[in-house]
């Protein structure tokens, strides 16, 4: 058997594969082929067809006269009121909405931490959300910030409070989104701080504490830093999901009143499937993906600059 | 002497006669009363009562027996009402039909990609932009399947049954028919009579009493007025449309075809639905679709509103609608000595292009629009686009005889050309996006109408 390869493979009983006649090189590529064909299939052949639209003028009312325009679509979309307001708005939105919930939903999971009987109960409440269709409950929702016949306004008559129009003008249009969002997404982050905060070490936070810490210096000084790496993945998940919101602002504003809560997404799905114009949708999908990128890259390399001593 | 029930010009193979149509509206009126319990209207005796009229036609029906041809419907009224029927389609021709319903949202995204990747089915179809889908050659002209004697019958058929609207609706500017219409709308006002009564008002004739009368109404639990004003091309366009028409404005001019959002009369009708909706429209009006709309109306909570006349099947149905019988239906008013004109639609339904069951997709849209078939369905309570189903007794019925005229005289007041200029331009999506976002600003009063417009205009510059 040769010395070459991790150590994994060199440790492993070589029987296995040489008894099926194949060579362990050949072996892996097999094992390795189907996540690669879903890959490729579904992954990257739709994105190379993508960035190729992106550089055309590709519009589904007329197939027939596409042709390559290079950057138009890109300097057409830079040079566009609309890019930048749906930039605006979308930056706004995720970055309101992660911070709320990664606040929250750290907040409940160190309340749950302390074992209480009640504890399984409120875990199973606090992650109904997740469980609902999404538009099922967007459209509740949507009756709910009813103003004449919603359940939110009447209840703020009934304590004596005045109406509110929800959905009706761009400050309260954002804000009741991002109440919905966080119902549905706080679990999330609940989840993920749950499933760190079970995984710390108790001792240094005992140790904290016979030391004379406070509860909330042992929080702030050593739970929070052990859990910053659950936390920070939680955070690139949640934010590059909620950068792609769709369903609860499409159902609930269309992207109103005006153009006020119009995202990114919104303004590709207006493009594409509505305008039918596939090149300039393909190219706002482009942009949207490199933001990400830029985006996400840049909190993890903070991330490993600013590594928890704890962790170390 | 006979005298015949149905207009005379299209020269039935068979007369339809007063005793016959007593006999048939008997059975229609026991159908929709069957439908309206959930029972079916493809009962035994309405079929054997119909498939005379159906085979008076000079039609070969059972030509394509066998074959199944699939049909592209959204949730709508047509569909509840074709959809019972169906099964007689299927005995007269031996051809079956498959219809799923889709939700507008799901099929207004699924349609455009299904036909422009060239996919055979469905053989028929909604048509939601019927601009956008002749531009992209997805519907087949119906022209050659008309001459064609094995599968139609013009006489049977009696266009000139079909609203004049309807009709302009199937013809494109270059003379070529691309679909046949299937349902009529008009902007209808609707009013509370009783909240009317209850302030001493009267029905306003003008735009300016409408004003007058909505905000006198308006309380801090009913809305004074109440329409649409959400910021998409589906929503507000549409009867902010009729208020520009009757101001003397249009969307799109239809004799150049240039924007005519700045105009001066155009400004002047966002100006007026806008002031009249934050005067007196309910809170949150900006995010207002059909269905809050109609909702509110139904709840009592808006004393008047103003929208398709399709609603009055849904105002008049106590299982929905807590204000049945206190309802009026009526007229748009008019706006300072000009004429009223409000917005129209009418659905139509085309066969895909690159359908390879054309001739059975035509029997289907033949059957579908005919007399016997549209009588049928208006028994259900479905608007069609044929007068003689307006006025069988069993439309009236359901329908309401007083919101069926109300709606008739709208639609013969409507100006197609202002409406197809807008609605079935190819960039109608753009067009009315870009409109109707223009309005909802001027409705919450984030920009006054003639900004509103002008930045519209503005969006438009360039792209058509």
């Known amino acids: 058997m040769t010395s070459r390869g991790p150590a994994f493979l060199r440790d492993r009983p070589p029987s296995l594969p040489r008894r099926a006649g194949i060579g362990r090189g050949r072996f892996i590529l097999l094992m390795l082929l189907p996540a690669t064909a879903l890959l490729v299939g579904l992954t990257i052949i739709p994105f190379l067809v993508s960035l190729g639209f992106s550089f055309t003028n590709y519009s589904l009312v007329t197939p027939d006269e596409t042709a390559g325009i290079w950057l138009r679509n890109y300097r057409q979309l830079v040079a566009s009121e609309e890019f930048w307001s749906a930039l605006r708005v979308t930056l706004i939105f995720t970055t309101c909405a992660v911070a709320i919930q990664l606040g929250l939903g750290v907040a409940i999971a160190v309340l749950l931490h302390h074992e209480t009987r009640a504890v399984p109960a409120l875990r199973l409440l606090y992650l109904l959300p997740l469980a609902i269709t999404p538009v099922a409950a967007v459209f509740t929702f949507r009756m709910m910030f009813n103003p004449t016949l919603g359940v939110f306004n009447f209840l703020l008559k009934e304590v004596g409070l005045p109406a509110q129009d929800w959905l009706g003008t761009p400050g309260m249009a954002l804000f009741s989104i991002l109440i919905v969002d966080t119902w549905q997404w706080t679990p999330f982050m609940l989840l993920i701080a749950i499933g760190g905060l079970a995984a710390l070490d108790e001792e240094p936070l005992e140790a904290a504490a016979m030391d004379g810490a406070g509860p909330w210096q042992v929080f702030r000084h050593h739970t929070l830093p052990m859990l910053f790496p659950y936390l920070v993945v939680a955070v690139v998940f949640r934010a590059i999901d909620a950068f792609k919101t769709f369903d609860i602002i499409f159902v609930l504003t269309g992207g109103g009143p005006g153009i006020a809560t119009r995202t990114l997404n919104l303004l590709a799905y207006k493009q594409g499937i509505e305008f039918l114009s596939l090149g300039y949708a393909a190219a706002i999908a482009i942009v949207m993906l490199i933001v990400t990128i830029v985006a996400s890259q840049a909190l993890l390399r903070k991330v490993g600059l600013f590594k928890p001593k704890a962790i170390l | ?464």
């Not at chain 2, 709840?299 to 103003?306: D, E, F, Q």
């Not at chain 2, 409705?443 to 109408?449: C, E, G, H, L, M």
């Open chain 2, 1 to 464: 002497m006979t005298r015949l029930l149905f207009p005379p010009s299209g020269g039935l193979h068979l007369p339809i006669t007063r005793r016959g149509m007593l006999r048939a509206s008997a059975i229609l009126a026991g159908a929709g009363l069957l439908s309206a319990k959930g029972a079916p209207l493809w009962a035994q005796d309405v079929y054997a009562e119909f498939e005379p009229l159906w085979k008076a036609a000079a039609i070969d029906w059972t030509r394509h027996s066998g074959t199944t041809i699939q049909i592209g419907a959204l949730s709508h009224p047509w569909t509840d009402a074709m959809m019972p029927l169906l099964p007689h389609f299927t005995r007269l021709t031996g051809i079956e039909v498959n219809l799923t319903p889709q939700s507008e949202t799901e099929y207004v995204a699924e349609m455009p990609v299904k036909l422009g990747a060239g996919n055979a089915t469905p053989d028929v179809y909604m048509v939601w932009a019927l601009g956008q889908a002749i531009e992209a050659g997805w519907l087949a002209p119906l022209d050659e399947m008309e001459a064609n004697p094995d599968i139609s019958d013009p006489a049977w058929y009696d266009a000139a049954d079909v609203f004049n609207s309807g009709r302009s609706f199937e013809k494109w500017s270059d003379g070529v028919t691309y679909t046949r219409a299937i349902t009529a709308e008009a902007q209808t006002m609707f009013y509370n009579q009783t909240m009317l009564d209850g302030a001493g008002l009267a029905i306003p004739a003008t735009m300016d009493e409408l004003h007058a009368a909505a905000v006198a109404l308006k309380s801090d639990d009913v809305a004074g007025i109440v329409l649409r004003a959400k910021a998409t091309g589906d929503a507000a366009a549409w009867p902010a449309g009729g208020w520009v028409f009757s101001h003397g404005g249009a969307i799109i001019d239809p004799a150049s075809g240039a924007v005519g959002l700045t105009s001066a009369g155009t400004v002047a009708g966002v100006d007026s639905y806008a002031r009249l909706l934050r005067d007196a429209g309910p809170v949150g009006v900006g995010n207002y679709h059909w269905m809050e709309c109609l909702n509110d109306f139904m709840a009592g909570a808006a004393a008047i509103g103003g929208d398709s006349s399709n609603f009055a099947s849904d105002i008049a149905n106590p299982e929905k609608s807590t204000v049945v019988g206190q309802v009026s239906y009526g007229a748009l008013p008019s706006a300072a000595g000009l004429p009223a004109k409000p917005n129209m639609w009418h659905w139509t339904a085309g066969i895909n292009a690159n359908s390879t069951n054309k001739e059975a997709a035509y029997l289907f849209l033949s059957w579908a629009t005919s007399k016997p078939t549209s009588a049928l369905a208006a028994a259900a309570g479905l608007a069609t686009s044929r007068a003689s189903a307006w006025g069988t007794s069993a439309f009236g019925d359901r329908f309401g005889a007083q919101a069926a005229s109300a709606a008739l005289a709208n639609l013969t007041a409507a100006d197609g050309d202002l409406f197809k200029a807008a609605w079935f331009h190819p960039k109608a999506p753009q067009i009315l996006d870009a409109f109707a976002i223009g309005v909802n600003e001027a409705v919450t009063a984030t920009k006054d109408a003639a900004t509103a417009m002008a930045d519209a205009a503005a969006k438009l510059d360039g792209q058509l």
